[in-house]
């Protein structure tokens, strides 16, 4: 989808719109107040120099927030009102680090009688590895819930 073409994607090797983010301290923070989830994992320098990181790490469901914001953009109405999620984390983010998405429609499945796109998400670090990985099911026709 880009902006001379803002068709809903919606057939196999659609893209969707790349989403570029990059992580801060301040956003962990936020994120700790809004969730409730003050882990010294994200917050606490000295604690976290002690783990196998070696320093603060975002939240992950922070960093999967930029898949949702993706999705949104893609399908506004229909994330909100029937789009699901399958993902698996892959790896830490660390404050200051630019994260890219990634988003391709795999396939168009008829679910009672709707058509629900299958989309290959991911969220990459700048040096090319992977943070977040795994599917998104969005319907392209109807609001119908997945």
Do not use: C
């Not at 789009?83 to 890219?100: D, I, Q, S, W």
Request: a negative charge.
């Amino acid at each position: 989808m880009t902006p001379n073409n803002p068709r809903t994607p919606s057939e196999p090797g659609d893209p969707l719109e790349t989403i570029i983010r990059t992580i801060t301290q301040a956003q962990v923070e936020a994120y700790a107040k809004a969730a409730g989830d003050y882990n010294p994992i994200h917050l606490d320098p000295e604690f976290a120099a002690k783990t196998p990181f070696g320093r603060r790490i975002a939240h992950g469901m922070l960093t999967l927030a930029i898949v949702s914001e993706m999705l949104t953009s893609a399908y506004p109405e229909r994330w909100a009102a029937g789009g699901r999620l399958k993902v698996r984390f892959r790896g830490p983010v660390f404050p200051g680090e630019t994260l890219r998405t990634t988003g391709e429609v795999t396939r168009v499945n008829e679910v009672d009688g709707a058509r629900v796109a299958e989309i290959a998400i991911g969220v990459r670090k700048e040096d090319g590895s992977d943070v977040i990985t795994g599917q998104a099911y969005v319907p392209v026709d109807d609001v119908h819930p997945v």
